[in-house]
């Protein structure tokens, strides 16, 4: 008697979340905020001028975190296309996304704090590190579980 294989399909309600959403959102957050970077909107207005007279390599910090964001922009519509055909680079992309986003302000604070000279990281910053972390982790995880999608791709 052959016994009767039940196969149950994973639960793809993130993956829909990412695809519909999360990498949009990205996209138009990262956009906005290095279009603030470059008009130095961050510190208020008025305010950036008087910075940049005090700290002129402050703007290129601007600059390298304006291109940044915009690069995080364009891997977040890139990434949902790859996962939205199941590629099987998407999880790769999709983790670089995420992991770049989260450290985005670390790295900015971090580039800041050596053309002021004064340290500027918060509890905000390595909390946002550990955060981005788990959720690399915990993301990896949910592909792994469902790595048989994005290898059905590499067959055809």
């Not at 970077?37 to 950036?48: E, N, S």
């Not at 519509?77 to 302000?105: D, E, M, N, T």
């Amino acid at each position: 008697m052959a016994e009767k294989v039940i196969v149950t399909q994973q639960p793809m309600k993130w993956y829909q979340f990412a695809v519909y959403f999360h990498l949009f959102a990205f996209a138009v957050i990262y956009v906005v905020q290095g279009m603030m970077h470059l008009q130095g909107l961050l510190y208020g207005f008025g305010t950036a001028e008087a910075l940049y007279t005090e700290h002129p390599t402050l703007k290129q910090v601007e600059v390298i975190m304006a291109v940044l964001g915009f690069a995080i922009a364009v891997l977040s519509v890139i990434s949902r296309q790859l996962l939205w055909y199941f590629h099987p680079k998407a999880p790769a992309v999709y983790l670089a996304v995420i992991s770049l986003a989260g450290c985005y302000h670390f790295i900015y604070d971090g580039l800041a704090s050596l053309v002021i000279g004064l340290p500027i990281f918060t509890v905000y910053d390595l909390g946002g590190v550990i955060s981005t972390v788990a959720i690399v982790l915990m993301c990896r995880r949910y592909f792994v579980n469902r790595s048989e999608l994005f290898r059905k791709s590499e067959e055809k």
